[in-house]
């Protein structure tokens, strides 16, 4: 059976991006291959994070894995900062990557303006990034468009480490995007992505937003003159977007959505895109209430914790062999 991984950090509330670009994907994947799902908690520090909130938003994210279907008895969860091996061999990666690979990334760009003061860590992201991954060999990363990059680093790593040493140390993983590589752009802003750690709420979808609050929020996305609802990112960014949500949870193409609403105002097309959002995190958020506080959670991560941990034990023995860490 062939491997993927995949994680989101717990650093805010997840996002209607998060569930299309990721979450849906590791449901419909979760059948046919074996499967590992983390809680990104470590790159979660990257930016700053409250130390009160971020015991909840990992507690949320667990509980919304397991309200959009992720089985925990099919897949293997964990949470990375359990698992000290993550960033031992991050530490060993680093040292074998170099620093011009990694101040070229978007991430890095885009959140470094955002924080004159950034960490370090906010560099070497992408490289603790490719230690969750390489530990355990896999196939396949499912991602959104915004992780491509990150993947793509990854590989470069593994083969390069690969090559050095004339060893298969690492598996070279793929990056899986979304079905017609959907990023989910914010609602006030199509020209950047949804995002979490995004300061103006108005343009994001929270998975737990209440119904009105998603009706208000699509009501209010912003769209522009041209009056038809055509695929056009270029022109018409909004409304492009709009598509690609109702496209990814109705399993329409976008032809199939363009010709639907031919002859629809934006006002009707947007209670369309409302009401397909409103009836698939409803049924998520029922869920997720039961959820939440059930002592389930915490069992689910020492299994998780256990598995992984011996996994990346071995790993990290064959670096500290091959590297020469060792007497
Ligand atoms: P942050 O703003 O803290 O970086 P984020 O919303 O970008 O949060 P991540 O935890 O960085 O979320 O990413 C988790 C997963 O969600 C990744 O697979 C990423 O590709 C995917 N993802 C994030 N935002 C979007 C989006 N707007 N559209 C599609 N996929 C997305
Ligand atoms: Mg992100």
């Given at each position: 059976m062939k491997r993927i991984l995949t994680g989101i950090q717990p650093s805010g509330s997840i996002t209607l991006g998060n569930y299309i670009g990721a979450i849906k994907q590791m449901v419909n994947m979760q059948n046919d291959y074996e499967t590992y799902i983390f809680i990104a908690d470590m790159h979660a520090i990257t930016v700053p994070q409250d130390p009160k909130e971020l015991p909840n938003n990992i507690k949320n994210l667990l509980a919304i894995y397991l309200a959009s279907g992720i089985d925990y008895k099919k897949n293997t969860i964990f949470l990375?900062?359990?698992?000290?091996?993550h960033a031992n061999i991050s530490w060993m990666l680093e040292c074998l990557t170099p620093y011009g690979e990694l101040s070229r990334m978007t991430q890095f760009k885009d959140k470094s303006k955002k924080n004159?003061?950034?960490?370090a860590g906010l560099l070497t992201y992408p490289i603790l990034m490719a230690s969750d991954i390489l530990i355990y060999d896999v196939d396949y990363v499912p991602t959104g468009q915004d992780q491509k990059q990150h993947v793509e680093l990854t590989r470069d790593i593994a083969i390069r480490i690969n090559k050095k040493y004339n060893e298969d140390v690492f598996k070279v993983p793929e990056p899986l995007i979304t079905k017609g590589g959907a990023k989910i752009m914010d609602?006030?802003?199509?020209?950047k992505k949804m995002s979490k750690s995004s300061e103006n709420q108005k343009g994001v979808i929270y998975l737990l937003d209440t119904e009105d609050t998603i009706r208000k929020k699509i009501g209010s996305a912003v769209t522009d003159s041209v009056g038809k609802v055509k695929y056009?990112?270029?022109?018409?960014p909004g409304i492009s977007n709009l598509i690609t949500i109702y496209s990814v949870l109705t399993n329409k193409s976008i032809e199939e959505v363009e010709k639907e609403f031919e002859n629809s105002n934006y006002g009707i097309f947007k209670k369309s895109v409302a009401d397909v959002v409103v009836e698939e995190l409803s049924k998520i958020q029922e869920k997720y209430n039961e959820l939440v506080n059930s002592n389930k959670l915490e069992e689910i991560l020492k299994n998780g914790k256990e598995k992984t941990t011996e996994i990346a034990k071995n790993k990290y023995e064959k670096l500290k062999s091959i590297i020469g860490l060792h007497i």
């Open positions: 990375q900062s359990d698992n000290i091996y004159a003061n950034f960490s609602l006030q802003d199509p020209t056009d990112i270029e022109n018409q």
